[in-house]
């Protein structure tokens, strides 16, 4: 059964573990609303989460650079050519129709 | 600033939005180490910071403004972080909110927050500088964090380290908040430099 009072250093070692890992969000869903509350007002929390950033970054952040940017990059191409075919259909639902002007 | 990223952030700021989308390719080939690993800082997963990043560029091609008067990498990197990378890091977790504690705030400081200590350095950088900090520290506290750092989960380091779980993470979070004392200490003295 997971444990529901964890003191802060508690907190702030399963936070890092979870961001190590990846799965913040169930990190966030743990939380109860006293934990809550004890992060709140903790500023040691506040001032360790910089620093297990940092941590997470040097130890772990080179993993995450893509073998293959031109894919990537096509990802990107294709979210502009969707945004561009959205702002034209909504700019063409705006334009007054002929009839309209009649 | 590299002369070449300096020419595509000219051509990416340019009104017409044909020429900014010929000018994505090469700004997110010169950028996308940088900012991913930016990223990875705050999600800690290769997948959703892909994800991320593809709306971070997708938003800079639509509106580039707050690159108009970039003067250099370390700005560029700030200025993205600000006005692009936290508006999706926030939309990422805000659908999240209905089952969490965390008021918003503290979601959106734990999840998408202000620039912090040394959070611009490069990521060469940052490696040389903890390894320098956590050389610092006494035999006990380095082993955790150097352990923690490969990867090893904190029953395993309490089994290195012949004790509990608990008294795990009571050194590290001690070790880490020293660490932190030192980095300011390091900001403050290159603030001073500056």
Redesign the interface.
Known sequence: MPNTHREIQELLADYAVALRDGCLPAFLKSLTREEAKRIRGSSDFWEATEVVRLMNSAGFGDKVVTPDVGLFISRVDAGIASRLKKAGASTRAHRPSRMNLR | MDKRLRNVLNQLTAPD?ELR?RA??PF??AT??VF???L???????V???DV???V??DI??NPEHLRHVESEGHLLKTVYLYYMRKRLREV?RR?NR?????QS??Q???A?EL????LIS?AE??QL?HKMVGKLKARERKA?VM????M??RAIANELKTTV?A???L???T??K??RM?KEYCGEQGEED
């Open positions: 939005t989308r994505m390719e997110v080939r996308f180490p991913i690993r930016h990875h800082r705050y999600l800690g997963n290769e959703e910071c892909e990043l593809e709306d560029y997708a091609w639509e977790y999240m089952r969490s504690s965390l008021s503290d979601l400081n734990l999840v927050p912090g200590l040394c959070d990521q940052l490696k903890l964090i923690w750092m490969e990867g989960s904190n608990g795990v993470k009571m590290e979070f001690r880490i908040l660490l932190r980095l």
